[in-house]
């Protein structure tokens, strides 16, 4: 097969997922994407073909290098596990192809000539050639291969569990906590953390956390304001499933602070502060860090 084929292709799957990313406003799994391509989309042969190195068939290696010139066009987000279209994505989805594929070259290439200081592996011709078996596809697949496995974990968690792990990475963080509420009705209040042991300093965080049930929603963030003291207290809210972005522009509207800490950044707390969770607590989430060269530079 030709490489125009190829690129083309590549081209074809991310509009498609641009498409049903918009039906999706809070966001997809990246399995649910590939579940979604593999019963709508006709993939042939050459498609399905398995790539050698990557061990990936074919069209998930050509979307895996065409999903990262689309986030350097600023047409599709990856975060939190999920893959969300921009605002700028859902006005270009319903482009023919070849504008499409015009509009993501020049963009990359915009952001790549920004950053001619860093020497990218595997993306430097993003949309213009067939995708290399190298480090690009690779490293993507890895990562969300690693995600899925912490995501799956997670899911088997009740939610009591998963309060838990928040109050263990508060503890990490050198606070305080108490009032962990028991399975059932919280009241809106899951944890209550303090500076120093007696709660004598302010401000104290009244923590709400919500695990998996559904993206949480503005009215889940208004109703944890509605319980803070503001003359003492700030909010914290905690959400395995993300936010609406209603809920984020709700958080930021009051006078009183709320900090929303959705799975990634409760992740990146968790690596950041790994070592000062005390351990009994630290053996229910373990990770491990892997490497992966980035950037290969001789000057």
Excluded: C
């Excluded at 995708?131 to 890895?142: H, I, N, R």
């Excluded at 899925?148 to 990475?169: H, M, P, R």
């Excluded at 965080?205 to 503001?230: C, F, M, N, P, Y």
């Excluded at 990146?268 to 005390?278: A, N, T, V």
């Amino acid at each position: 097969m030709s490489q125009p084929k190829t690129v083309d292709r590549g081209v074809s799957f991310i509009k498609f997922v641009l498409g049903l990313l918009r039906a999706h406003p809070d966001g997809m799994r990246p399995r649910d994407i590939y579940a979604e391509i593999e019963s709508k989309l006709p993939l042939d042969d050459f498609d399905k073909e398995t790539m050698k190195g990557s061990g990936l068939p074919r069209w998930r290696a050509t979307l895996h290098f065409h999903s990262v010139a689309a986030t350097k066009a600023v047409l599709l987000v990856k975060s939190d596990g999920r893959w969300r279209v921009t605002d700028e994505g859902q006005k270009f989805v319903t482009l023919p192809d070849y504008e499409l594929k015009r509009l993501m070259r020049s963009r990359y290439r915009e952001w790549r000539w920004s950053h001619q200081k860093v020497k990218t592996a595997g993306i430097a011709t993003a949309v213009d050639e067939t995708p290399p078996l190298d480090t690009s596809v690779l490293f993507e697949d890895a990562k969300e291969k690693a995600r899925e496995e912490i995501d799956t974990y997670l899911d088997t968690l009740s939610g009591y569990e998963f309060q838990n792990l928040v109050a263990a990475l508060l503890e990490g963080m050198g606070y305080a906590t108490s009032t962990v509420s028991k399975p059932g009705s919280d009241g809106g209040t899951d944890i209550l953390a303090y500076i120093d042991p007696l709660g004598a300093q302010t401000p104290h965080i009244r923590v709400q956390v919500k695990h998996r049930d559904q993206t949480a929603s503005r009215e889940d963030v208004a109703a944890l304001r509605g319980i803070i003291r503001g003359d003492r207290e700030i909010g914290l809210f905690v959400s395995s499933g993300g936010f609406s972005r209603e809920a984020r522009r709700e958080a930021g509207n009051g006078a009183v602070h709320i900090e929303l800490v959705d799975l990634d950044r409760f992740l990146e707390l968790w690596l950041q502060h790994y070592s000062k969770i005390p351990e009994v607590r630290r053996s229910k989430l373990r990770l491990e860090p892997i490497h992966f060269l980035a950037v290969v530079s001789l000057t």
